[in-house]
């Protein structure tokens, strides 16, 4: 079976290992791929955020399936051009895609479909900005998130009112372009953040979708969630003092609501959701919609799922996906993310790494090949990710394999799920404060 797969990153590398694992051969093509991903197929340069381009190739090679990694291709429209040639695409419509490539159309499709979420917002014009925040009642921060894509840099949580007028202004002045003259203020919400992995197949006259299990990102660059946010420094799952009623809780508050959403809205879902949900005193709330999986999430999923990855990913793309649980491995999965020197505000490229035998999987993330050698190549340089009975075994499993791989500068949490640990062990709930 020829799979292309959209995307370069660790997220894409944890895929395509999965994807090979399946029981059914795969030739594996990946756009633009990477060096790691070379080593697992080929490569073809292809510019993701042009339809054309990639439909083009669609056209010319066939592929049986393209799995999406990333969401910039699905909301400039890439789905929905390979779709119109008939062939079977892991990814969303470009109008469904919008529920992560704009934070006003999520938030106006959260309101209309009752599902619970912070107060909110959506202004386009300088003076009504200014007079928000000048009447700000819904208390600090102040968060303000620029509508469109802004590679994870579009949210402020702003602690005063002069940091948000100034937040705001740089945002209408066009920080990000047309993705900031356009912005959300959301009141602030307290609580346990989490990552919920829905696979989604829904159009007119079919609704099915199968929760993965929740996981917790750390997204800051230091242990103790200290330091400025990252991409991710890692994830795992599922959470030990997460019960089956607050899963149960997730599913009807914001699942249920988002599937028949998208369907009473007459859209097309063939792919994955994830929630980004905080957990607040009053029960879940829906921060946002992503429309791709997470990273370092995937990698961690990836771990857990004890499916055959290409027929799952087939089912929900041909539309014939039937609402199921999946199964997965009754294991805590952990994957941690090795960062390059001067991440996340640089990314020092081309330092050599040692590579012995971690014994854990090795993913690789921004890496390169020079001369033999792999050498960093961007922020997020790889991950390592296993699964065990219990997360303080999965844990130690890691630590054991650090010594495994490294670099000069190289940046690690050690303190995955850490939190979390003790948070169980102290007999606590999603409920409770950390
Ligand atoms: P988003 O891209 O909307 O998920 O926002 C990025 C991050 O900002 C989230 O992962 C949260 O940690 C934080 N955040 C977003 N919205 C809120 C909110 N209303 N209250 C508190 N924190 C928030
Ligand atoms: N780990 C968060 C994300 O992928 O957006």
């Known amino acids: 079976m020829k799979i292309l797969l959209l995307g370069s990153g660790g997220r894409e590398h944890a895929l395509a290992l999965k994807l090979k694992a399946s029981a059914t051969a795969v030739e594996l093509v990946s756009a633009p791929g990477s060096d790691a991903l070379a080593e697992l197929g080929t490569c073809v340069k292809l510019d993701l955020e042009r339809p054309v381009e990639v439909a083009q190739w669609c056209a010319a090679h066939r592929p049986d399936l393209v799995v999406a990694g990333p969401e910039v291709p699905l909301v400039a429209g890439v789905a929905d051009a390979i779709r119109a040639l008939g062939i079977p695409v892991f990814g969303h419509d470009a109008a469904t895609a919008h529920l992560e490539g704009s934070k006003a159309f999520a938030k106006a499709f959260m309101q209309r479909h009752g599902i619970p979420t912070a107060a909110s917002h959506t202004i386009t014009d300088l003076a009504a900005g200014e007079a928000l925040v000048r009447g700000w009642t819904h208390g600090?921060?102040?968060?303000?998130?620029?509508?469109?894509?802004?590679?994870?840099?579009?949210?402020?949580?702003?602690?005063?009112?002069?940091?948000?007028?100034?937040?705001?202004?740089?945002?209408?002045?066009?920080?990000?372009?047309?993705?900031?003259?356009?912005?959300?203020?959301?009141?602030?919400?307290?609580?346990?953040?989490?990552?919920?992995?829905?696979?989604?197949?829904?159009?007119?006259?079919?609704?099915?979708?199968?929760?993965?299990?929740?996981?917790?990102?750390?997204?800051?660059?230091?242990?103790?969630?200290?330091?400025?946010?990252?991409?991710?420094?890692?994830?795992f799952g599922p959470l030990p003092f997460l019960r089956p009623e607050d899963i149960e809780r997730m599913r009807v508050d914001l699942v249920e609501p988002t599937v028949k959403g998208l369907q009473k809205d007459g859209l097309v879902a063939r792919g994955v959701l994830f929630l980004g949900v905080m957990w607040t005193a009053q029960g879940p709330?829906?921060?946002?919609?992503?429309?791709?999986?997470?990273?370092?999430?995937?990698?961690?999923?990836?771990?857990?799922?004890?499916?055959?990855?290409?027929?799952?990913?087939?089912?929900?793309?041909?539309?014939?996906?039937?609402?199921?649980?999946?199964?997965?491995?009754?294991?805590?999965?952990?994957?941690?993310?090795?960062?390059?020197?001067?991440?996340?505000?640089?990314?020092?490229?081309?330092?050599?790494?040692?590579?012995?035998?971690?014994?854990?999987?090795?993913?690789?993330?921004?890496?390169?090949?020079?001369?033999?050698?792999?050498?960093?190549?961007?922020?997020?340089?790889?991950?390592?990710?296993?699964?065990?009975?219990?997360?303080?075994?999965?844990?130690?499993?890691?630590?054991?394999?650090?010594?495994?791989?490294?670099?000069?500068?190289?940046?690690?949490?050690?303190?995955?799920?850490?939190?979390?640990?003790?948070?169980?062990?102290?007999?606590?709930?999603?409920?409770?404060?950390?």
């Open 140 to 235: 600090f921060p102040i968060v303000l998130k620029a509508d469109g894509l802004a590679a994870g840099k579009g949210v402020v949580l702003a602690q005063t009112e002069a940091e948000a007028l100034e937040t705001f202004r740089a945002f209408m002045a066009g920080q990000f372009g047309d993705a900031s003259r356009t912005v959300v203020f959301e009141a602030p919400l307290v609580g346990m953040e989490l990552s919920l992995h829905v696979l989604v197949d829904v159009d007119a006259d079919h609704a099915a979708y199968a929760l993965l299990p929740a996981c917790q990102d750390h997204k800051r660059i230091f242990e103790g969630d200290q330091g400025p946010n990252t991409g991710g420094m890692g994830a």
């Open 285 to 434: 709330e829906l921060l946002e919609y992503n429309v791709r999986f997470g990273d370092p999430e995937t990698q961690v999923l990836m771990q857990l799922l004890d499916e055959d990855l290409v027929s799952l990913l087939l089912e929900v793309a041909e539309g014939r996906f039937a609402p199921r649980t999946l199964k997965l491995k009754p294991h805590t999965a952990i994957a941690v993310v090795l960062a390059a020197e001067g991440y996340p505000e640089t990314a020092k490229k081309g330092v050599p790494i040692t590579l012995g035998a971690p014994g854990t999987t090795l993913i690789h993330a921004g890496t390169k090949r020079q001369d033999g050698q792999w050498v960093t190549n961007g922020g997020r340089v790889m991950n390592l990710a296993t699964s065990a009975p219990d997360l303080a075994t999965a844990r130690d499993a890691i630590d054991a394999s650090l010594s495994q791989v490294q670099w000069p500068g190289m940046q690690v949490r050690r303190d995955i799920g850490l939190k979390a640990l003790r948070h169980a062990q102290a007999g606590k709930t999603v409920q409770d404060a950390w």
